[in-house]
């Protein structure tokens, strides 16, 4: 697919940081061994910590969007037979208690946690793509950008579903290749090579900086 794209608009970016909590990421969390092992490289947090600083530097908003659920999981309840999946279920948050709001596990990385402006914001929803949240939408119209740029887990949920959900609302989308997972291995690569093209624009986080202008 050749597609000519025309340098990144930072004016117009906002960087989305998806399910970037300690039950994921920190090696005490419950799902970290799970995360490390699908990462395609041994630093990628550090990566996406190196954007994050690069984005507040040149004054692009951050949304940290974090899958969080009500203690006892109530939104995972429903499950018709098992016909009702999800990757909440079928990795059994509720089972392991994961993610839970209020909890250590379900909050942001103290790494990357938001710094106290106007420019930093979290949001806590039970669905893996932040447009099922009414705030997300919100928060996008009134910062007036337009042009998403996603980074975290978990590159078949919640990546590939923000940047088709993006898409369909005529945002931008840029995927930062080398600071989201691999989950499905084979599957995960086809869809940063083949699949996401089709919504936006796949670059590396170091292409991502340069562009920037930082």
Wanted: glycine content about 8%.
């Amino acid at each position: 697919m050749s597609t000519e794209f025309e340098r990144v608009p930072t004016q117009d970016v906002v960087l989305v940081l998806t399910h970037i909590q300690n039950d994921f990421w920190h090696p005490d969390g419950r799902g970290y061994e799970f995360t490390r092992d699908t990462l395609p490289f041994p630093d990628t947090k550090e990566r996406i910590v190196r954007v994050a600083a690069v984005s507040r530097k040149l004054g692009i908003p951050i949304i940290f969007h974090n899958e969080t659920f009500r203690p006892g999981h109530p939104e995972l309840r429903i499950r018709r037979g098992g016909y009702v999946r999800g990757s909440g279920r079928v990795l059994r948050l509720p089972e392991e208690n994961m993610a839970v709001r209020g909890e250590w596990g379900s909050r942001t990385l103290d790494e990357l946690k938001p710094q106290d402006d106007d420019r930093e914001f979290e949001i806590d929803n039970s669905k893996v793509d932040p447009f099922t949240c009414s705030e997300f939408s919100t928060l996008l119209a009134n910062l007036n950008r337009h042009v998403v740029v996603l980074a975290g887990l978990a590159t078949n949920f919640g990546i590939e579903m923000t940047a088709r959900s993006a898409n369909e609302r005529d945002y931008g989308v840029i995927v930062l290749s080398d600071c989201v997972d691999r989950m499905l291995g084979e599957y995960s690569e086809m869809t940063i090579t083949e699949l996401l093209p089709y919504y936006g624009r796949v670059m590396t986080s170091d292409e991502f900086i340069s562009e920037a202008g930082a």
